[in-house]
Structures are given as structure tokens and as C-alpha cells.
């Protein structure tokens, strides 16, 4: 994970995963005039320089070449619209420290996902999402974007039906360094969770019907069993759990999904051989129950257990049919996984580069504890979407830099088109990029 503390003691720049390690020098600018003076000297330079937000991605995509640049210093709420229900933020900030601060308008983000460490412009770079068939990902929330660009020069840009905002939806960090954001939001709301464990044939089922009467539907799969987790979450008036629910809630996250399920997976890695009781066994330990509670509580979920993960995002009708052939396979025991795969759903989004493009969308996540190897199963993963029209996620493990990328994305070229105008030198395309878009 990226750490500023890490750069001033000369240790390495690493992903969280810690599949990607690099030597770059780095930079936190104070102020958006030093970040502007940066972009220009290595735009002088001809340098490469990466905006690594929190680094919790396991493809390159916030890889550093030459360069490391950190929006740490760059946090915080700008400014709160109540009227048009928007609120302004400096990019560097957490979505952990977001909730608190729209809490004290009364206001709240639309959506998150189970993860809350990342920064805004990291997520919003991505298209990194949570789950509802009617809701977008963090890309999609946002109406408006501050960007120091290649040349150096700060851009304001208000979202319009047009290919720039098309570009901007999910730009990677390719046409600048975001330095703020505004993003609509909703008045503040709780959300009440429920936990249960379910048939899986039953369940794909009712799908459909339930990803429309619920707001938030998620599904663990354990591979090969006949069980699965389903949490569901609507959204309720203002409540919140006491704090001795809340501290009850992370004993048992910690006990059952970080304490134990490490030491399974760290038997998993001895012994391979061990990956299909361990499914069974943790299909049987899933855990069910209810908590009510403010909605930033309740999104994000504690993970300590390292893993490297590939995820892909379907057209939503395709769901069933996939959800059928993984199981199948997965039954056979055909490679050594103990993980679940975690499935969400969106809605379709209008970005140039966005998974969920034109679509209603299920994200399939596939997950592989750290040490273990992860080829040969990603790599059937990889052969399996392709059938399915799938778009992997940016900040996952994907080909995009082995294949043509306007087989997944055909406005890539367009895209392409509007980089080159924002980022003449290509000081933001490291070689991860550089395959992907050919500068």
C-alpha cells in the first residue's frame, strides 16, 4: 500500500497485493501550483509521472516509471451545493474520511464498494464500483472535474453529453492529474444489511426479481459448493448501531473472514490439495445475520487476508448462463481455489473506457491468496469472458496490454485521440500504457 512514510525512509513504491514493486522518486505537492510546476519539469524532462492514490490495484495501472506523485496533501471537502445536492472534494481524499464530512451537511454519497481506503481520484479513474443494478460506479457520480493536465495548465470541465466528458468518465489518469472532483450526492440515509445463506440453484432463480426489489444485492460463491452468501442492503431512515453493536460486528469480521479464513488460506498454500474442503468448510461457516447503521459504516468491510484479483463485468443477460458454466467447472475441482468469487451488479455507464459501457452489467471477481499461483485459473478466466463479452476492471489483473484494445473498448481510439491533445509529451503513459494505446 502506498505510504509516504515508506518514499521518506527509501523503502520501494508497492501495490497492494505487492505484485508490482518500483524505485521512483516521488512527490507531494502542497498545493496545486508545486503540482503544476511538477508536471511541467517532467514534461521538460521528458519523464513519466504516475498518480499512485492508495496503490490498492493489482494491474499496473498505478505503476510508477520514473515518478510517484501523491495527492496526500491535496484532501479534503472544497465546498457543499444543497440545492443541486453536489459537494466539491480535493481528489487525494479517502472515501474512508468522505462519509464523516458529508455527515456534517446531512448529506451522502450514492454508492461505495467493500473497500474504503482508496482516494477519490483513484476511484474515479478506475470506474471502481459497488453493486446495484440501478446505481453507477464512482465515475458516474461525478459532474464535474479540476485537472492539472500534460502541459501543465488547470482545467475545469462540467460533464456534457460529449466525447470529452466521455473521455473523462474513466481517463485512467491520461489526460492530467485530478486534482478535485464534485459529485452528486443524496441526503443522509442508514442502510439495513442482512447477511444470509442461501441455494445456490434457488437463487439463480430469483435473481433478477431480486436485484430489482433490493437496492444493493451481492453474492459470495464458494467454488463447487451448492451454497452461496447473498447480502442485501436497503436504503432506511437515519439510525445507528450503538458502538458496542459495531465493535460486537468487527469481532466477529475479524474472528470469521480475516483471522480464520488466513489460516486456511495459509494451509491452502502448503497444501494445495486442501482448496476444495477448505471451500466446503467456509460454505458451511458463512455468516448471517442484520445490522442497521449509517450508510459509510456499512459499505466497507475490513480485509486484512492479501489476495490478487481479476474482475470482469458482463451484459447482465449473460448472467445465469456464466454463473452456470463457473459451477460447473468448479465442481470438477479443476483448479486449486479456495476463495469465493464475488459477483455485483450495475448499471450501464456512457465513458469511452467504462467495463459497463452501454450495458446493464454483473461483475464476476476472482480472487487467488498472495503466493499462490493464480495462471492457470485466471487464464481460463480470461478464455471464459471472452465468450461472454466481458470487459475486465482497470485496477484488476487484465490483457489489456496483450490484445487490441478496441476489441474490448471500440471508442479506444477516440479516447486515444483526446489523450494526445491533454498529454502532448506522454509524461502520464508509463509501459503498461504505452502497450495499451500505442502512443
Not at 510546476?37 to 499496473?60: C, E, L, Q, V, Y
Not at 497444501?271 to 460454505?283: D, L, V
Not at 471472452?386 to 490484445?403: F, I, L, M, S
Request: aromatic share 12%.
Amino acid at each position: 500500500m502506498f505510504s509516504l512514510k515508506n518514499f521518506t525512509k527509501g523503502k520501494p513504491w508497492t501495490n497492494w497485493s505487492e505484485s508490482f514493486v518500483s524505485y521512483p522518486a516521488y512527490y507531494a505537492p502542497a498545493s496545486i501550483e508545486q503540482l503544476s510546476d511538477i508536471i511541467k519539469a517532467h514534461m521538460k524532462n521528458g519523464m513519466t509521472i504516475r498518480t499512485t492514490g492508495a496503490a490498492h490495484s493489482f494491474s499496473p495501472v498505478a505503476l510508477p516509471e520514473h515518478s510517484a506523485l501523491s495527492l496526500h496533501h491535496l484532501r479534503g471537502l472544497q465546498s457543499v451545493d444543497p440545492e443541486k445536492m453536489e459537494a466539491t472534494f480535493y481528489a487525494g481524499t479517502y472515501l474512508h474520511e468522505i462519509g464523516p464530512l458529508l455527515e456534517e451537511h446531512g448529506l451522502a454519497v450514492i454508492n461505495m464498494g467493500d473497500i474504503d481506503v482508496q482516494t477519490l481520484a483513484g476511484v474515479v479513474s478506475t470506474g471502481t464500483h459497488g453493486t446495484g443494478v440501478t446505481l453507477g460506479s464512482f465515475s458516474s457520480m461525478v459532474v464535474k472535474w479540476t485537472f492539472v493536465n500534460g502541459k501543465g495548465n488547470i482545467i475545469t470541465y462540467e460533464r456534457d453529453e460529449d466525447d470529452l466528458s466521455a473521455a473523462l468518465h474513466l481517463s485512467l489518469g491520461l489526460l492530467g492529474v485530478l486534482i478535485a472532483v464534485t459529485i452528486r450526492v443524496l441526503p443522509l440515509y442508514s442502510l439495513a444489511y442482512t447477511a444470509t445463506r442461501e441455494n445456490l440453484t434457488e437463487a439463480l432463480q430469483h435473481f433478477r426479481g431480486d436485484i430489482r426489489r433490493n437496492r444493493h444485492v451481492e453474492w459470495y460463491y464458494f467454488p463447487g459448493s451448492e451454497k452461496i452468501q447473498v447480502k442485501r442492503m436497503n436504503m432506511v431512515p437515519v439510525a445507528y448501531a450503538s458502538e458496542k453493536e459495531r465493535k460486537r460486528e468487527q469481532r466477529k469480521l475479524d474472528l470469521i473472514e480475516n483471522n480464520l479464513f488466513e489460516g486456511v488460506s495459509k494451509l491452502c498454500k502448503w497444501n494445495p490439495k486442501f482448496t476444495g474442503a477448505a471451500s466446503m468448510i467456509s460454505s458451511h461457516m458463512i455468516s448471517e445475520g442484520k445490522k442497521t447503521d449509517i450508510c459509510y459504516k456499512v459499505y466497507p468491510t475490513s480485509r486484512r487476508v492479501k489476495f490478487t484479483e481479476t474482475e470482469f463485468a458482463i451484459p447482465l443477460e449473460q448472467f445465469e448462463a456464466c454463473m452456470e458454466e463457473i459451477h460447473s467447472v468448479m465442481k470438477k475441482r479443476s483448479f486449486s481455489v479456495h476463495f469465493p468469487i464475488e459477483i455485483r451488479t450495475t448499471a450501464g455507464e456512457h465513458g469511452f473506457l467504462s467495463p459497463t459501457r452501454g450495458r446493464e452489467s454483473a461483475f464476476f471477481a476472482f480472487h487467488m491468496y498472495k503466493g499462490m499461483d493464480e495462471s492457470a485459473y485466471f487464464r481460463w478466466v480470461f478464455d471464459m469472458m471472452k465468450k461472454y463479452d466481458g470487459r475486465a476492471h482497470w485496477g484488476k489483473v487484465n490483457q489489456y496490454h496483450e490484445t487490441d484494445i478496441t476489441a474490448f473498448y471500440p471508442e479506444a481510439k477516440k479516447f486515444n485521440e483526446i489523450r494526445q491533445l491533454f498529454d502532448p509529451e506522454n509524461i502520464f503513459m508509463t509501459p503498461y500504457f504505452k502497450h495499451i494505446f500505442h502512443s
